[in-house]
């Protein structure tokens, strides 16, 4: 596979992309006014960090989808065979490089996956050693490697989930900013002198009655 295929298919397997999409998609619906109301401008269109928030939020949704049909993809493979019957007695250790062989004739994509990847490392570690004897010990390594590769590709995802709360928090001070620094002080003053002598008056009421 060429390098250009290889960089055309990491495009398309990404969520940023697919997100992106998503959101720009939604904000076009608002915009035009296919999606009108106070609901969407309020909570979706009414500032910057509204903008962002639902962009990673699009962005999450299709870093999900991606892996929920990668992990479908490679458990319907599980159920192709990838060297064939197995024998009835076991192979020599010279017969291992034929075994990375037979791998390597799968496509470059179906050879990045759990399975494929997981043979051709122990079989790679057997040719190494020239013996079968540390191969228990070996898959258990490639399985902690395995499971620590999956925790970091759900690095996105973490950032996600830590930024939305942020970026929520952001909004309502700027907000809050806003309606401050738009405040009248002559009419803030008046109001706060209704509001003191209504509580006053009230005060004075419940003490004679």
């Known amino acids: 596979m060429s390098k250009l295929a290889r960089l055309s298919a990491a495009i398309l397997r990404s969520s940023i992309l697919w997100g ?22 309020r909570y979706f269109a009414a500032h910057w960090t509204l903008y962002l928030e639902t962009t990673l939020f699009f962005i999450g949704v299709a870093e999900l989808l991606l892996k929920a049909f990668d992990t479908s993809e490679q458990r319907g493979r599980l159920k192709k065979p990838l060297l064939g019957p197995l024998p009835e007695t076991p192979l ?30 122990a079989v790679e570690g057997i040719v190494r050693q020239r013996s079968a004897e540390k191969l228990e010990d070996d898959l258990k390594y490639l399985s902690e490697v395995d499971a620590s590769r999956a925790h970091a590709g759900y690095a996105l995802m973490r950032i996600i989930i830590w930024a939305i709360p942020i970026l929520g928090f952001l909004g309502t001070v700027i907000g809050i900013t806003i309606a401050i620094a738009g405040l009248n002080p002559q009419a803030l003053e008046a109001s706060l002198g209704e509001v003191t002598a209504a509580w006053a008056s009230r005060s004075i009421r419940r003490r004679w009655h």
Request: proline share 6%; net charge negative.
């Open 92 to 121: 020599p250790i010279a017969e291992a490089g034929a075994v990375i062989a037979t791998l390597d004739t799968q496509p470059i994509v179906q050879r990045n996956n759990y399975l494929p990847r997981r043979l051709r490392e």
């Open 20 to 41: 992106g999409l998503a959101s720009f998609g939604f904000y076009t619906l608002i915009h035009v006014g296919t999606l009108e109301g106070e609901f969407f401008q």
